[in-house]
């Protein structure tokens, strides 16, 4: 048995000798922004559209998150869409050159531009959903609310 196993290290602190200390692991790095100009002339004015929807609407979603949070999404996934996924995409498709964007028509049977519209729906029809139920949470609250006040305030005995 090695000196270093974790058996070996629990013997030791029991009989009172040194244990070996590992020093804490560091927390990963940050990772930055991705930094990208949505108003950059390369990207078709369908997709900039697209875009600038799907900025609103995750400002959209901030605004309901700081009301209440949402069990299974949190504001680190909004983060990683706005800072990261949004942007890469946008920068991904600026970054091919323009001579060889058919490339990816011969590869896919579909423009560049295309697919890049198409994903930024993809993004657009999640952040629709999330909205969505963030929405019936507060249409639940106020349907309680209706049927606690009519319960409470409508008589039905007509001898009340």
Do not use: W
């Not at 560091?26 to 390369?42: I, L």
């Not at 009301?67 to 949190?74: A, L, T």
Request: glycine fraction near 4%; proline fraction near 8%; aromatic fraction near 6%.
């Amino acid at each position: 048995m090695s000196n270093n196993s974790l058996i070996a290290r629990i013997g030791k602190a029991l009989r009172g000798e040194s244990a070996l200390i590992f020093p804490p692991i560091p927390p990963a790095p940050a990772v930055p922004p991705v930094v990208v100009d949505y108003e950059d002339g390369r990207i078709p004015a369908s997709a900039q559209d697209r875009i600038h929807r799907i900025l609103a609407c995750l400002h959209e979603v901030e605004t309901a998150l700081a009301r209440e949070d949402m069990p299974g999404f949190s504001r680190i996934d909004i983060d990683q869409m706005r800072e990261q996924h949004l942007p890469k995409l946008v920068k991904s498709y600026i970054d091919i050159p323009e001579a060889h964007r058919s490339e990816i028509f011969r590869k896919t049977g579909k423009s560049a531009s295309f697919i890049l519209n198409d994903s930024l729906e993809q993004m657009q029809a999640k952040i629709d959903t999330i909205l969505r139920n963030l929405a019936q949470k507060d249409i639940d609250a106020f349907t309680n609310n209706i049927r606690f006040v009519d319960e409470r305030y409508t008589s039905q005995n007509p001898f009340d």
